[in-house]
């Protein structure tokens, strides 16, 4: 399997039923990386240079969160908005990330059928993803498809188990 580096952004994992169960299954592979955001930076201070290092040893990245607000939570877009800098991750000298791939891991508490036009939240997770979609593109990352969890306060403790058996598949067989 690549060397696959897990950014794990949930503000609150002591609440947590997916995401805790996520980042315990990814936790027993060997390479497998898990990077919990909010446990490293609880000050939202973002050691820029640490991050790019991590970075550039891994061959896949994941970003893992649960959908708050039809995107990620707050730390997530920080962390971009600080380690993919210009000259680094864009821009005609910013090609450190070129060539790696890239995927998302989201779970969320609305239904799959809502995910859809005509649905309780109108837009698909293929649309409402797109600002993720465009970040790999400029970054020269091959967007990889979205392993999505939907409706997480319904599921059981086996099929909250087992979400988390497929998504390392997925993170494996991608
Ligand atoms: C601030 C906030 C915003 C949320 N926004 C959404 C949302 O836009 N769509 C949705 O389906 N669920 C939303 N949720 C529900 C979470 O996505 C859901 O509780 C989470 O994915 C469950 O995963 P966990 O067990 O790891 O916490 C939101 C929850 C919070 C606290």
């Given at each position: 399997?690549?060397?696959?580096?897990v950014i794990?952004?949930?503000?609150?994992l002591?609440?947590?039923?997916m995401?805790?169960?996520?980042k315990?299954?990814?936790?027993?592979?060997d390479?497998?990386?898990?990077?919990?955001?909010?446990?490293?930076?609880?000050?939202?201070?973002?050691?820029?240079?640490?991050?790019?290092?991590?970075?550039?040893?891994?061959?896949r990245?994941?970003f893992?969160f649960?959908l708050?607000?039809?995107?990620?939570p707050?730390?997530?877009?920080?962390?971009?908005?600080?380690v993919?800098?210009?000259g680094?991750a864009?821009g005609?000298?910013?090609?450190?990330?070129?060539?790696?791939?890239?995927m998302?891991?989201?779970s969320?508490?609305?239904?799959?059928?809502?995910?859809q036009?005509?649905?309780?939240?109108?837009?698909?997770?293929?649309?409402?993803?797109k600002?993720?979609q465009?970040?790999?593109n400029?970054?020269?990352?091959?967007f990889?498809?979205?392993?999505?969890?939907?409706?997480v306060?319904?599921?059981?403790?086996?099929?909250?188990?087992?979400?988390?058996?497929?998504l390392l598949?997925?993170i494996?067989?991608?």
């Open positions: 399997m690549k060397k696959t580096l794990l952004a949930h503000p609150n002591n609440t947590s039923r995401n805790k169960a996520w315990d299954r990814l936790l027993q592979e390479t497998v990386t898990v990077h919990d955001l909010y446990t490293k930076y609880p000050d939202g201070q973002i050691d820029v240079a640490f991050e790019q290092r991590l970075l550039l040893k891994h061959e990245v994941v893992q649960p708050y607000w039809y995107s990620s707050s730390l997530l877009k920080e962390w971009q908005d600080a993919l800098s210009y680094w864009y005609s000298e910013g090609t450190k990330l070129h060539g790696k791939e890239f998302l891991a989201i969320t508490g609305g239904p799959e059928v809502a995910y036009a005509g649905g309780f939240n109108l837009f698909s997770m293929s649309e409402l993803t600002p993720f465009a970040m790999a400029l970054t020269g990352m091959r990889l498809p979205t392993f999505t969890t939907y409706g306060r319904t599921l059981t403790d086996d099929e909250v188990n087992k979400s988390a058996e497929d598949q997925h494996k067989n991608a």
